[in-house]
């Protein structure tokens, strides 16, 4: 072989093997738009797959983020004013119901009590003072009304005796003025008689003083008679005053002795509130000791020994235990499907653990109504916006973890609905 055809040889060869890298891979790798065409298929699939997977899901669930725990949270105030004496707890400290958190200076409440119970001692005197009175003056009107009446029935037989008296001497003025009329006829005849010496003069003297006698004697009956007839009117007198006066005390004594109960009853209402003054005296005494109306964790302190508190003063706030439930704020457009009753998996973030619970019950309004300012859709441009709506959400009892549960958790609560 000649040179020249060496030297053409291994140009040939350098240009086959220059060309190999470019025209081999080519040639072995597949096209790019056959690359592009199978991830999309792939694509496409696993999104036929996930978009299935969702729809099937969907059909039978309906879930949000926008849910936490809730639970009882008790906020624990002062109920007298006073200055914190001591406090026995501290923040997120495990309390039990009855427990003592802390204690206010009962000095002046301790005053209190005793002017309290000076009160009920001064009350209870009052009344065993006046209580006797009602049966003393029962007693008392009971008498005075038997007297009266007594001296009703004296009067009138007075008056009645003094008619009689009256009609007797009637009758002896009559009688009195028939002897006087016969003893002057005789003194008239025994006159004429005299002239002519018929009798004795003895005998007119005698006819005389005995017409004198007998119209004496009947001055006398009719002085008897005025005297009588102003007795009568005496006795009538009488009887009208005993009778005014039994009348008078018969109206007065009811009323005596109604009066009379009603200031034992005084008494009575006295002592009642000076009894209500002392227990109430002694339960703001008591108050002074605040006891942990349930049990579970302190927290929001914020009290120490020294403070001045006032009543309604919240000092710490308690979180019971134990007794947790779900606020899920689901779209109204997921309502349509969520009834009570239903059953719900709830997953609690903080614990990476699922609980198991029911629909309780759906709110009655909006959390936007139910906010602190609702809105107003009929001032200014209004804008449609999906809203939400709390549901409440209990959770079955005795699951493990649930004390592990603490108010403001986040979770996500997926609702059965078929």
Do not use: C
């Not at 108010?407 to 996500?412: K, Q």
């Amino acid at each position: 072989m000649s040179a020249t055809q060496q030297s053409n040889g291994g140009q040939g060869q350098v240009g086959a093997a220059a060309s190999g890298p470019q025209s081999g891979p080519v040639e072995a790798s597949p096209p790019r738009s056959g690359r592009v065409r199978k991830i999309a298929l792939v694509v496409l699939a696993a999104a036929a797959v996930g978009g299935l997977s969702y729809w099937l899901h969907a059909r039978h669930f309906e879930e949000t983020d926008d849910a936490q725990i809730d639970g009882e949270i008790s906020s624990v105030g002062a109920r007298v004013a006073g200055t914190v004496k001591a406090v026995y707890v501290k923040e997120t400290e495990i309390v039990k119901a009855g427990d003592l958190l802390l204690e206010l200076d009962g000095a002046d409440l301790e005053v209190l009590v005793a002017q309290a119970r000076a009160q009920v001692d001064q009350a209870e005197a009052q009344l065993q003072a006046e209580d006797p009175t009602v049966a003393i003056t029962e007693t008392s009107r009971t008498a005075s009304i038997a007297g009266a009446s007594s001296d009703v029935s004296s009067a009138v037989a007075n008056l009645s005796a003094s008619r009689q008296q009256v009609a007797q001497v009637a009758a002896d003025l009559e009688r009195a003025r028939a002897t006087d009329h016969q003893a002057r006829q005789e003194m008239d005849r025994n006159q004429a008689l005299i002239k002519t010496s018929a009798i004795s003069q003895a005998e007119f003297d005698r006819t005389a003083n005995a017409a004198a006698a007998s119209a004496a004697g009947l001055r006398s009956l009719e002085e008897s008679l005025t005297a009588a007839k102003d007795r009568v009117r005496e006795a009538e007198a009488r009887v009208h005053a005993a009778e005014t006066r039994l009348l008078e005390v018969r109206t007065n004594a009811p009323m005596e002795v109604s009066s009379q109960r009603a200031s034992v009853l005084v008494r009575r209402a006295s002592l009642e509130l000076a009894r209500a003054g002392l227990k109430q005296a002694e339960l703001n005494l008591s108050y002074t000791r605040v006891v942990a109306p349930i049990g579970g964790i302190v927290g929001k302190k914020a009290v120490t020994v020294g403070d001045h508190v006032a009543p309604g003063q919240q000092l710490l706030a308690i979180t019971q235990l134990g007794h947790p439930w779900v606020t899920a704020n689901f779209r109204e457009t997921q309502l349509e499907r969520i009834s009570p009753g239903q059953p719900v998996r709830v997953h609690v973030d903080a614990v990476d653990q699922d609980f198991g619970g029911r629909v309780e019950a759906i709110g009655g309004a909006t959390g936007a109504r139910l906010s602190l300012f609702p809105p107003e859709n009929a001032t200014g441009n209004y804008v449609k916006v999906v809203q939400r709506i709390p549901v409440r959400i209990a959770l079955d009892p005795g699951q493990a973890g649930l004390e592990r549960l603490r108010p403001g958790m986040s979770v996500e609560p997926e609702v059965r609905v078929r």
